[in-house]
């Protein structure tokens, strides 16, 4: 498929805000690392509400893209020890 549906875009941010939840609310295994951590907290979030305004406008592309550097944000972020999660359905780890 080569369609970015309005439906595809509403799977996106519900996995991309359940996996923005679970970073927040985890521990940091690498807590030295601390204003990093939040940096990452802070673009995730600025990404996923530039995704809603652009999905207010009716831009999807642009909301999809949005959210899928949310969610960049989010793997690397796991990958990297910021946030202690452990769901492969959510983020790129274990």
Do not use: C
Not at 12 to 19: D, G, I, P
Not at 34 to 52: H, V
Request: aromatic share 12%.
């Amino acid at each position: 498929m080569n369609t970015i549906t309005e439906a595809k875009v509403k799977k996106y941010f519900q996995v991309t805000k359940e996996a923005y939840s679970m970073a927040k609310a985890s521990g940091n295994r690498l807590p030295q690392f601390k204003e990093q951590r939040e940096d990452f907290l802070d673009m995730i979030e600025r990404y996923i509400k530039d995704a809603e305004h652009f999905e207010k406008k009716g831009e999807i592309v642009d909301a999809f893209a949005a959210l899928n550097y949310a969610h960049g944000w989010l793997d690397a972020g796991a990958r990297l020890g910021l946030f202690d999660v452990h769901d492969s359905k959510l983020f790129t780890v274990d």
